[in-house]
């Protein structure tokens, strides 16, 4: 099992530019989470999803859009890229309460790393 | 909403010390507390966790421990080892729909030989 993976693994923009970020995860999770870590404040949701078709508003929610069109997937975009979303962002996996992976275990990714000029 | 504080920023201790990390939250139904180590370049990843009906948990070099009532819990790392260097973060289980997490700030935990 691969686990969760992020696509890429670095990325450099330009204010105004647009891009798209990808998670995907294979332990068949429902819930799925991006997250933005930034120096000083830990992780901080921006949004997250309860299953395919659903997504819902976090912490930080604002300049970011995301889908959930496949179970395995959760997109993260930035339709027009700020120096002040330069961050590392993560995704996470975990199954809904009761489920059959470890009680409330989230999983990570291994980040991207994201500057905006 | 859920708040974590998470002390100290930074902590460093010569191997072989114990190094204790504190956390306290907000929400009083909070029930469950995870603990992540991110090693540079990588995500979190869980090392121990507890849930609010029990008040210690260890697992071989580090323990977790529990105060529901003065909603605050701890990380302690005995016998510090170069490889315990890292950042850690504790995190508070949201009473709310998806199962959220809010996170401490982080430690950066540096062990000097």
């Known amino acids: 099992n691969a686990g969760v993976t992020q696509t890429p693994k670095f990325r450099v923009l330009k204010t105004g530019q647009s891009m798209t970020l990808l998670c995907a995860q294979d332990?068949?999770?429902?819930?799925m989470y991006w997250y933005r870590q930034d120096p000083g404040m830990g992780l901080r949701l921006i949004h997250y999803s309860v299953g395919e078709g659903t997504t819902a508003k976090g912490e930080v929610p604002d300049g970011y859009n995301v889908s959930r069109l496949k179970k395995q997937n959760f997109l993260l975009g930035l339709e027009s890229a700020a120096p002040s979303q330069t961050s590392v962002y993560f995704c996470?996996?975990?199954?809904?309460?009761?489920?059959?992976?470890?009680?409330?275990?989230?999983?990570f990714g291994p980040g991207t790393r994201l500057t905006v000029l | 909403g859920e708040n974590v504080e998470q002390h100290p920023s930074t902590l460093s201790v010569q191997e072989g010390d114990s190094a204790v990390i504190k956390c306290t939250y907000s929400d009083s139904a909070s029930n469950y507390f995870p603990w992540y180590k991110q090693e540079l370049g990588k995500g979190p990843q869980l090392i121990i966790d507890i849930r609010s009906n029990v008040g210690e948990k260890k697992d071989q070099r580090i323990a977790v421990t529990l105060n529901k009532t003065a909603k605050h819990f701890s990380l302690h790392i005995t016998e510090t080892q170069p490889e315990d260097s890292a950042v850690y973060f504790c995190?508070?289980?949201?009473?709310?729909?998806?199962?959220?997490?809010?996170f401490g700030t982080g430690t950066r935990l540096q062990v000097t030989l």
């Open positions: 996470a996996s975990r199954d809904p309460p009761g489920g059959f992976s470890s009680y409330n275990e989230q999983f």
């Open positions: 995190a508070a289980l949201y009473t709310g729909t998806a199962s959220k997490l809010t």
């Open positions: 332990m068949n999770h429902e819930y």
